[in-house]
């Protein structure tokens, strides 16, 4: 008798979880994982995800390591809290985690500004738990410059001259490879995208990152990028931000495109998925970071946790096997993690 075997596991390689997370918490609640991501998570199919620390405008600068430590202290303290969850800070935790189907989390930093400057803090924040340091947001900070979010000709507010990574930038980069935290490219802008390719010897991620080729958006990564971060034994995460997918009603089919076409360049063991869902989170935004925001668009059906479990039968259907459809869903991110922690 034929059995449909189960689905993939999908390891989301971006989630801003914890920016509700604190913010819920700050409002009496508690149990917020269990309560408000779980059910949907199960029911799109998501066994690990990395949980990123993003310290948004209003706190920056002198509160952005005040800021990411009270994030933090909030994700350990719900976690604990809320049942069948758990944080990952070791190979061997991911690998036990994803094979006994445990939704887990890893804790990750987008923007390097609670370091204030200083890469001797990363060791504080390895300590902490972090395992991923997604260098920049889309603006500059003392490690390197972020790229815009907005497509040429549309950006709000001024900017100086494009840089790649400051001298601090590359010892935070040779700092997280000696500590075994990962390196993440997503945000980034090109110079600094080659800088980190010109010095890393681990291999590297760009979480939530779409193909300039399909989509000619600053955010989104050339074709030479995308094999460059294979060739570090890396993986390109694709990402649901209708922005980054399709100038019109970007949706689904436009998400299989980009995930065939990073395929084709970097091959099937270096393209993962990195969702980046976040319309929950404009109800906390300051003014400011909505105005920064303001282009960034949803794509019609693939926006929630819930629709993540349309995604390996829509690969399947563009001609990808179980095992390789496995591989992105999962497996290819799962190897880097046990590769890059110690």
Same mark, same amino acid.
């Given at each position: 008798?034929?059995?449909?075997?189960?689905?993939?596991?999908?390891?989301?390689?971006?989630?801003?979880?914890?920016?509700?997370?604190?913010?819920?918490?700050?409002?009496?609640?508690?149990?917020?994982?269990?309560?408000?991501?779980?059910?949907?998570?199960?029911?799109?199919?998501?066994?690990?995800?990395?949980?990123?620390?993003?310290?948004?405008?209003?706190?920056?600068?002198?509160?952005?390591?005040?800021?990411?430590?009270?994030?933090?202290?909030?994700?350990?303290?719900?976690?604990?809290?809320?049942?069948?969850?758990?944080?990952?800070?070791?190979?061997?935790?991911?690998?036990?985690?994803?094979?006994?189907?445990?939704?887990?989390?890893?804790?990750?930093?987008?923007?390097?500004?609670?370091?204030?400057?200083?890469?001797?803090?990363?060791?504080?924040?390895?300590?902490?738990?972090?395992?991923?340091?997604?260098?920049?947001?889309?603006?500059?900070?003392?490690?390197?410059?972020?790229?815009?979010?907005?497509?040429?000709?549309?950006?709000?507010?001024?900017?100086?001259?494009?840089?790649?990574?400051?001298?601090?930038? /590359?010892?935070?980069?040779?700092?997280?490879?000696?500590?075994? /935290?990962?390196?993440?490219?997503?945000?980034?802008?090109?110079?600094?995208?080659?800088?980190?390719?010109?010095?890393?010897?681990?291999?590297?991620?760009?979480?939530?990152?779409?193909?300039?080729?399909?989509?000619?958006?600053?955010?989104?990564?050339?074709?030479?990028?995308?094999?460059?971060?294979?060739?570090?034994?890396?993986?390109?995460?694709?990402?649901?931000?209708?922005?980054?997918?399709?100038?019109?009603?970007?949706?689904?089919?436009?998400?299989?495109?980009?995930?065939?076409?990073?395929?084709?360049?970097?091959?099937?063991?270096?393209?993962?998925?990195?969702?980046?869902?976040?319309?929950?989170?404009?109800?906390?935004?300051?003014?400011?970071?909505?105005?920064?925001?303001?282009?960034?668009?949803?794509?019609?059906?693939?926006?929630?946790?819930?629709?993540?479990?349309?995604?390996?039968?829509?690969?399947?259907?563009?001609?990808?096997?179980?095992?390789?459809?496995?591989? /992105?869903?999962?497996?290819? /991110?799962?190897?880097?993690?046990?590769?890059?922690?110690?």
């Amino acid at each position: 008798m034929f059995v449909t075997p189960p689905p993939p596991a999908v390891f989301d390689a971006h989630s801003d979880l914890p920016f509700r997370v604190i913010r819920k918490r700050e409002a009496g609640r508690r149990a917020v994982v269990a309560e408000d991501f779980l059910p949907a998570m199960r029911a799109g199919g998501i066994t690990a995800r990395v949980a990123a620390v993003y310290v948004d405008d209003v706190y920056l600068p002198e509160m952005a390591l005040h800021r990411a430590l009270a994030v933090l202290s909030e994700v350990y303290a719900d976690v604990a809290e809320s049942d069948d969850v758990e944080l990952a800070t070791t190979a061997d935790d991911v690998s036990e985690a994803l094979d006994a189907g445990t939704v887990t989390l890893l804790l990750g930093l987008e923007g390097s500004e609670p370091l204030m400057g200083d890469p001797r803090l990363l060791d504080a924040f390895y300590r902490s738990g972090v395992r991923l340091l997604t260098l920049t947001h889309s603006r500059r900070n003392a490690v390197g410059e972020g790229a815009p979010l907005s497509s040429p000709g549309q950006e709000t507010g001024k900017r100086g001259t494009p840089g790649g990574l400051s001298e601090t930038g /590359i010892e935070v980069v040779e700092r997280a490879e000696d500590l075994g /935290i990962v390196v993440d490219v997503s945000h980034l802008n090109d110079p600094g995208v080659e800088d980190v390719l010109s010095v890393a010897t681990e291999p590297i991620l760009a979480s939530h990152s779409n193909c300039r080729a399909l989509c000619d958006h600053p955010r989104n990564l050339t074709d030479e990028e995308i094999a460059a971060i294979a060739d570090t034994g890396g993986v390109v995460c694709v990402t649901t931000v209708g922005s980054f997918l399709a100038s019109e009603s970007p949706d689904l089919n436009d998400f299989c495109d980009h995930v065939e076409h990073a395929v084709d360049i970097a091959g099937v063991k270096h393209v993962g998925l990195g969702f980046d869902f976040f319309e929950y989170l404009f109800e906390y935004m300051s003014e400011r970071e909505r105005q920064r925001m303001r282009d960034i668009s949803v794509a019609e059906d693939l926006a929630t946790d819930e629709s993540a479990a349309n995604v390996p039968a829509a690969l399947e259907n563009r001609g990808f096997s179980s095992d390789e459809v496995a591989a /992105i869903c999962g497996k290819n /991110i799962q190897r880097t993690f046990e590769r890059v922690l110690k």
